[in-house]
């Protein structure tokens, strides 16, 4: 078997599952594993996430949840705003779990300002949230990197020629047509974020790209473990109706 590529979406601070897609995924010595951010909030275990992810092999992207978590705690000057900005958004839960698991995130801090906000594999690209379709890469922010919806995923035609964009940050059963559980194919974009925390779902969602796996723990039935072939798991963007009825999300 070839070494392995493989991406897991959006944890959002659920450990268990997290552990139960790794032990399916079975990274050998030679694999690569890549989480594309949002380790944290709204799970009851972020701290437990980060800690594990932090001091792993593994690579992981920053996500807007890390970004939230950054501008609302001292590290960065705390403010008013961003902190009732991360609280709205599931930072309850984190705080919560650094309390129970007695760390202090100081070290965390540091870690999530170090991540990148994109990396590319050559023909994969991996990315948190999109990148906005009218700038090239060198004029982008990372809050586009980290934030966009919209704009990215009604793209007319593939950003890149030779690379596929895999990106987390909007739940898939988000856009019309796509069942929960589902992953979601766009213009020259695969969306992997398939809602571990939303009772709508529960699935938490790892991709063995080299091998068109997908790999399923879904934690709110027991961590239930399903595996795909990708074909089988990904329902490709009806053009143009689902742009108007891509339902909000929150951040």
Same mark, same amino acid.
């Given at each position: 078997m070839p070494n392995r590529r493989l991406i897991i979406g959006d944890v959002h601070g659920h450990y268990d599952g997290m552990m139960t897609l790794l032990e399916k995924l079975d990274?050998?010595?030679?694999?690569?594993?890549?989480?594309?951010?949002?380790?944290?909030d709204r799970g009851p275990k972020s701290a437990q996430v980060v800690e594990f992810v932090k001091n792993s092999p593994y690579r992981c992207l920053m996500g807007n949840h890390e970004q939230l978590m950054l501008n609302a705690l001292p590290e960065v000057g705390k403010n008013t705003q961003a902190w009732q900005a991360w609280l709205y958004s599931g930072g309850h839960s984190t705080i919560a779990s650094y309390q129970e698991a007695g760390m202090m995130p100081r070290d965390h801090l540091l870690w999530m300002r170090s991540l990148p906000v994109f990396l590319d594999l050559g023909d994969v690209w991996l990315v948190?949230?999109?990148?906005?379709?009218?700038?090239p890469l060198s004029q982008q922010t990372e809050a586009q990197f980290c934030w966009i919806r919209r704009e990215f995923h009604k793209i007319p035609k593939p950003y890149?020629?030779?690379?596929l964009i895999i990106i987390g940050h909007t739940i898939t059963f988000t856009f019309d047509g796509i069942e929960p559980g589902s992953l979601v194919q766009g213009q020259g974009w695969l969306g992997i974020d398939t809602g571990v925390y939303h009772a709508k779902s529960g699935?938490?969602?790892?991709?063995?790209?080299? &091998? #068109?796996?997908?790999?399923?723990v879904n934690?709110?039935?027991? &961590? #239930?473990?399903?595996?795909?072939?990708?074909?089988e798991a990904v329902t490709l963007l009806k053009r143009p109706s689902f742009l108007a009825r891509l339902r909000y999300v929150r951040p």
């Open positions: 990274p050998g010595q030679e694999d690569r594993v890549y989480f594309l951010g949002d380790l944290v948190h949230a999109g990148v906005n379709p009218y700038l890149f020629n030779n690379k699935w938490l969602t790892g991709l063995d790209i080299t &091998n #068109k796996q997908v790999y399923q934690v709110l039935y027991n &961590n #239930k473990v399903r595996i795909l072939p990708l074909e």
